[in-house]
């Protein structure tokens, strides 16, 4: 069974960065695709960035040019470094399979920006 371990989250003042990681417990990021997601308080989870098994990157347009998505398949490792962040940042991030979600999500790791 594949479980998802996120890491890296904190309390982060405006305009600051954060790195985020993702470990999975089996080899499913060589020929997954991989998306980080969040959840705000109160809204449903949204799709942040997404990272195909090649190495190609999306990402949402409220985070774009400030995020990056990378993937280490070695380490079973998809990471997400967040610059210039702002309040409306603040949630839970989640990583997962993309376009369809294969694995149990995991605990997630807590962002929040403070002004």
């Known amino acids: 069974q594949v479980q998802l371990v996120e890491s890296g989250g904190g309390l982060v003042q405006v305009g600051g960065s954060r790195r985020l990681s993702c470990a999975a417990s089996?080899?499913?990021?060589?020929?997954?695709?991989m998306a980080w997601y969040r959840q705000a308080p109160g809204m449903q989870r949204e799709l942040v960035a997404t990272i195909t098994s090649g190495g190609s990157t999306n990402y949402a347009d409220s985070v774009k040019g400030r995020f990056t998505i990378s993937r280490d398949n070695a380490k079973n490792t998809v990471f997400l470094q967040m610059n210039s962040l702002k309040p409306e940042d603040t949630a839970v991030y989640y990583c997962?399979?993309?376009?369809?979600?294969?694995?149990?999500w995991g605990r997630g790791t807590l962002v929040t920006v403070s002004s």
């Open positions: 997962n399979t993309y376009p369809y979600v294969l694995y149990a």
């Open positions: 089996g080899s499913i990021f060589r020929v997954n695709d």
